[in-house]
């Protein structure tokens, strides 16, 4: 390999050093275009993205089924097609079979909810009278009935001033589900193809890095940010199942209403970590205290329960050990995370946090720890000479 003949120069090292600073103040100055472009450029990707996701999620199920159910069977390649098949018709008809169940239950939750509305906000009234509250609701609430021209007045306030923003937020909803629709036809192809795709980017980061001993580092590096990864997304789906299930089999159990439409919340929301749970009790209470002021308070108790059956018994049954992760770093990267690229960057929080913690700890530290005890080294030797 040719060698820069500029790298023995004194004033290389300081040079490279501020070049590398002048530009990394440049994106800092510059932030916002610098997103915009990669906005841009995930848009016009963004069905291979969740393909690519989809595929990264449904990869597991389908290596255990290569592995396992069918590892008497001789051709890799009619393991691979039975195991993408099984995989997929698994995967996809679990979902249909929710959505179809839930959908239609949906519906005529939130129909009922609409259609019902004024006894629900009488049998509110009554609540809040016997319990006193009424000043608390001044502005809505008249000391025997809801105020319900203010509430409508607020409605149609909210919805005239912010019209633009809730069209263009249920445009990219559409634009949303359109990709992701999309994604998975593209997790077809890439299941199918994973073995090819691994060995390009394989042979990539060899040629990039002619040391083989450090690309193989680099390799089992990769495989374990993977494995931290790929544990914490199929637990926590696994884990946010487990608590919607549960949820609905008490509210059915109670004889509350909403079962489906609150469990569903209860579960997607559950995904979240840390805020998640609060805001599904939250919006769960809020739905149950407009039927059932009794029931939205035994939903709050249980949800309470629930959560902490999950966070104490549930969560390190399927995590195992824990991340070691501080609460702080995991608050600060829920929060930096939401800010930058919103609910996705919530749920991923915790295994960046985990990954930037296993690559300080297990890689850059102990990659320092050597190279100081060598300089240490070669600094006796010449003092010895």
Not at 75 to 97: M, P
Not at 111 to 138: C, F, P, Q, T, V
Not at 164 to 192: C, D, R, T
Request: aromatic share 12%.
């Amino acid at each position: 390999m040719k060698k820069n003949r500029f790298s023995d120069k004194s004033w290389y090292p300081m040079t490279v050093a501020i070049c590398i600073g002048v530009l990394f103040y440049f994106l800092l100055m510059h932030l916002d275009v610098v997103w915009a472009v990669i906005k841009n450029i995930a848009y016009f990707v963004y069905p291979v993205i969740a393909g690519a996701i989809i595929a990264y999620l449904i990869n597991p199920l389908m290596r255990l089924f290569e592995n396992k159910l069918f590892r008497k069977i001789k051709s890799t390649k009619l393991k691979r097609v039975l195991a993408l098949i099984i995989s997929v018709i698994i995967v996809y008809s679990f979902i249909t079979v929710i959505f179809v169940m839930l959908i239609p239950q949906l519906y005529e939750s939130a129909l009922s909810l609409y259609n019902n509305r004024e006894s629900y906000m009488a049998s509110l009234s009554e609540w809040i009278e016997e319990k006193g509250a009424g000043s608390l609701l001044s502005k809505y609430y008249d000391g025997k009935n809801f105020k319900s021209g203010n509430i409508l007045e607020s409605v149609v306030s909210y919805l005239s001033d912010n019209g633009g923003s809730i069209v263009s937020g249920i445009s990219k909803v559409g634009g949303h589900i359109g990709a992701w629709v999309i994604g998975i036809v593209f997790s077809v192809y890439f299941l199918a193809e994973k073995d090819k795709i691994s060995n390009f980017l394989l042979r990539i980061i060899r040629a990039c890095q002619k040391n083989t001993e450090k690309s193989d580092h680099f390799i089992m590096h990769l495989k374990k940010i993977d494995a931290i990864l790929t544990r914490y997304l199929i637990f926590s789906i696994i884990d946010s199942i487990i608590i919607g299930s549960l949820t609905a089999i008490v509210m059915l159990i109670a004889g509350m209403q909403y079962t489906g439409l609150v469990s569903v919340i209860v579960g997607v929301t559950n995904l979240i970590p840390t805020f998640g749970p609060l805001i599904g009790a939250g919006i769960g209470g809020l739905i149950l205290l407009f039927v059932n002021p009794l029931h939205a308070l035994i939903f709050l108790i249980f949800a309470l329960v629930l959560q902490t059956f999950d966070g104490w018994v549930l969560k390190p049954k399927l995590f195992g050990d824990s991340f070691g992760i501080s609460g702080l770093w995991i608050l600060i990267s829920i929060i930096v995370g939401g800010r930058i690229i919103g609910v996705l960057g919530i749920i991923l929080a915790i295994p960046a946090v985990a990954i930037a913690d296993y690559l300080i700890n297990d890689v850059y530290l102990p990659y320092r720890k050597i190279k100081n005890t060598a300089e240490e080294q070669s600094e006796n030797g010449a003092e010895e000479q």
